[in-house]
């Protein structure tokens, strides 16, 4: 007696389609990103089909020293993923399309091959080291020659990894991919040059950690230029409302003190705002709060900041720790403060000194600072190291930036410029260093928020 099973056509279509995206999933060739370990704190995507010129394998010749990336066993066709790892090692991860060719483009560039777990290694002369499957590709540094042996051992876990060790695990890779744009970043604050992370925190409630809040940002280098457009926020969801309704407090700036800002400038932040509204975002930033606490200390900047209405300006010519390098400008909604100057006289901290310079012009000086600040008769807030430099920030310098800079920059919401050239040592100058071979001759960042 036979039996026949009967299996209903809804059904039957229905595994099929199951079975078919399980089929397109493990074939999508992706697998590769795996290699990218999940707790990255800084992920940038190159859409390599999409860049023009020589732009996306530029880094990969650099350190493979070889003028033809497509003949190296690389395919290119696929994102490559330049990333920070949790321990602040820096990456580079690209889909291999024949790990035989790689090998043999290694082997001729004289390199000495070591094999791990089924992968294989090499130092490059750039103090990076390389390491490949049959499926990926990792170049890690730089690093010492002594440590290399440590990277290898980190780097061959990292390609052992599977999809729920790998970057697709993270909400980070989703954001990346959601950023239409050649290259994409998403970061968390804290894998910033520690010079930047106060302005992408503004906003954040106090006790947050940097970790906690990111920066997603769609990039484009244009005329020695790294553009970023992009915005701050959390995956956790009460630090992201936070953030929302901070971002509702800047207006379009105006571009008023564009000018003031000079091409050997390090830093420019740039914002038009109600000082009400912006103080209660200012004073619950450590980093910020830190920075003023010298100076705040003998001059009220908490109520100067609360006169503000309209474009504010902050130009650093240093970002050194020891001296305060700062010239502010605003344009003001009154200046009732003015009023307790004598009383500023009067309790200013040992060793310190304020004094005249001018009709509602006053400078202090103490703690190895020296700001010089004042009204203007139209309501204009100016302040700078030196007389000249505050009455700079309200006019022009010598050699302001450029104008199609300014014009980069009027109408929108947040703007900050950073100026690489001007760089010290520390992360700053280690992520300078990167940024050449990454995206090519790069002298300035401009970063300006997405106005949604």
């Given at each position: 007696m036979k039996c026949h099973l009967r299996i209903p056509t809804s059904l039957f279509l229905s595994f099929c389609l199951c079975a078919l995206i399980a089929l397109t999933a493990s074939c999508s060739g992706n697998d590769y990103l795996n290699a990218i370990p999940s707790e990255s704190q800084m992920l940038i995507r190159l859409n390599t089909t999409k860049l023009s010129g020589t732009k996306s394998p530029l880094i990969l010749k650099s350190l493979l020293h070889v003028n033809n990336v497509d003949e190296t066993g690389l395919d290119l066709s696929k994102d490559v993923y330049f990333f920070e790892d949790g321990q602040g090692n820096f990456g580079i991860c690209a889909k291999v399309s024949s790990d035989s060719?790689?090998?043999?483009?290694?082997?001729?560039?004289?390199?000495?091959?070591?094999?791990?777990?089924?992968?294989?290694?090499?130092?490059?002369?750039?103090?990076?080291?390389?390491?490949?499957?049959?499926?990926?590709?990792?170049?890690?540094?730089?690093?010492?020659?002594?440590?290399?042996?440590?990277?290898?051992?980190?780097?061959?876990?990292?390609?052992?990894?599977?999809?729920?060790d790998g970057i697709k695990a993270s909400p980070m890779y989703a954001t990346a991919d959601s950023i239409e744009a050649p290259m994409a970043l998403v970061s968390q604050t804290k894998a910033l040059p520690e010079q930047f992370v106060a302005p992408f925190t503004i906003g954040a409630p106090k006790d947050a950690d940097p970790a906690d809040v990111m920066l997603a940002a769609a990039m484009e280098v244009k005329n020695g230029r790294l553009l970023m457009h992009g915005k701050t926020f959390s995956y956790k969801k009460g630090i992201n409302s936070a953030i929302e309704k901070a971002s509702k407090v800047y207006r379009p700036i105006k571009g008023t003190y564009l000018k003031a800002m000079s091409q050997n400038d390090v830093l420019g932040l740039f914002l038009n705002v109600d000082g009400k509204q912006f103080h209660q975002l200012m004073i619950q930033n450590r980093a910020i709060t830190a920075m003023l606490a010298g100076i705040n200390a003998a001059i009220d900047m908490d109520n100067i900041l609360k006169s503000v209405n309209g474009?504010?300006?902050?130009?650093?010519?240093?970002?050194?720790?020891?001296?305060?390098?700062?010239?502010?400008?605003?344009?003001?909604?009154?200046?009732?403060?003015?009023?307790?100057?004598?009383?500023?006289?009067?309790?200013?901290?040992?060793?310190?000194?304020?004094?005249?310079?001018?009709?509602?012009?006053?400078?202090?000086?103490?703690?190895?600072?020296?700001?010089?600040?004042?009204?203007?008769?139209?309501?204009?807030?100016?302040?700078?190291?030196?007389?000249?430099?505050?009455?700079?920030?309200?006019?022009?310098?010598?050699k302001p930036i450029s104008t199609d800079l300014q014009h980069l920059i009027t109408g929108k919401k947040f703007a900050m410029i950073v100026n690489f050239q001007a760089l010290g040592t520390g992360k700053a100058a280690a992520v300078t260093s990167l940024l050449k071979p990454l995206f090519g001759k790069v002298n300035t960042i401009v970063y300006t928020m997405d106005e949604k």
């Open positions: 060719k790689l090998e043999k483009t290694l082997k001729q560039a004289g390199l000495s091959l070591t094999k791990r777990h089924d992968c294989q290694f090499a130092a490059l002369p750039s103090n990076w080291v390389i390491g490949f499957s049959d499926e990926a590709t990792l170049m890690m540094g730089p690093v010492i020659p002594a440590a290399q042996d440590d990277m290898m051992t980190l780097m061959a876990r990292y390609l052992g990894s599977d999809e729920d474009d504010l300006t902050l130009v650093s010519s240093s970002l050194g720790k020891d001296n305060f390098h700062l010239m502010m400008a605003a344009k003001l909604a009154g200046a009732p403060w003015l009023a307790d100057v004598d009383y500023w006289k009067q309790s200013v901290p040992s060793g310190g000194h304020i004094g005249d310079w001018g009709k509602n012009c006053y400078y202090y000086t103490g703690s190895g600072t020296t700001y010089y600040f004042g009204v203007t008769p139209d309501m204009q807030y100016m302040s700078g190291g030196s007389p000249e430099e505050a009455k700079q920030s309200i006019t022009s310098s010598k």
